[in-house]
């Protein structure tokens, strides 16, 4: 099945700065989902993107679907103490119909 | 509007044992898929369920089951529990459409330990 590459595993960042992620896959994805989970918690739902080339943003989230769809990057702005958690990448297809996650990367914030 | 709700938060069984998770989605919605996911690990498809069957599944052995009701909610069965099957089980729900079945909200997950 595919495999999602997420990287880098984990971030030590000082507050205020920028944050980059991305997810990389043998195999092509339909749609692309950003998720980050706090302890204890289930996923939330940060961004979905569903064209290749699209660029989305939520708040200091921006997200793209790479052209090749077989990939997507995650910026994070001006990080802030509660960016702390763990982000995944999800990829789906229109054939499949279950979802598949990346590894995670691990976001701590120093204040 | 209540997301979607796991029962129970927490539980403990013994090897051998028989467990029962349950699944509320969220208003509206009418698909149900489940995960498993390891400590440090990201969510491992288990299975999904559409109009009260199982509409596709992921590499989990027959030991793993589930079910659909007509008000969408669902169960998570797992016979002859192993150590290896202590995970946070979670439920996603979401909504099924012609060009896929779209984003997906996540319950909180039950925490199932094996001893």
């Known amino acids: 099945g595919q495999q999602l590459n997420q990287s880098p595993q984990s971030m030590f960042i000082q507050e205020g700065e920028d944050v980059s992620m991305n997810c990389t896959s043998s195999s092509i994805f339909n749609t692309w989902l950003w998720y980050k989970q706090d302890p204890g918690e289930g996923p939330v739902l940060l961004i979905a993107l569903y064209k290749a080339g699209e660029l989305t943003s939520n708040g200091r989230l921006t997200a793209q679907f790479g052209i090749t769809r077989k990939d997507s990057f995650l910026n994070i702005s001006a990080s802030i103490p509660s960016d702390v958690g763990i982000y995944f990448c999800?990829?789906?297809?229109?054939?499949?119909?279950?979802?598949?996650f990346g590894a995670g990367t691990r976001l701590t914030v120093k204040p | 509007d209540a997301g979607v709700t796991q029962s129970p938060t927490h539980l403990i069984k013994t090897r051998g044992q028989q467990v029962t998770l349950r699944c509320s989605p969220k208003s509206g919605h009418d698909t149900v898929s489940w995960y498993q996911q390891a400590l440090g690990q990201g969510p491992q498809f288990i299975f999904q369920y559409y109009e009260e069957e199982e509409r596709q599944r992921g590499n989990f052995p027959d030991r793993f089951s589930g079910h659909q009701f007509p008000n969408y909610s669902s169960e998570l069965n797992v016979n002859a529990l192993l150590l290896g099957d202590s995970a946070l089980y979670l439920c996603?729900?979401?909504?099924?459409?012609?060009?896929?079945?779209?984003?997906?909200?996540f319950g909180q997950g039950t925490r199932l330990t094996v001893v």
């Open positions: 999800a990829g789906l297809t229109y054939n499949n119909n279950d979802m598949r």
């Open positions: 996603a729900s979401s909504y099924a459409y012609k060009q896929g079945w779209g984003e997906a909200f």
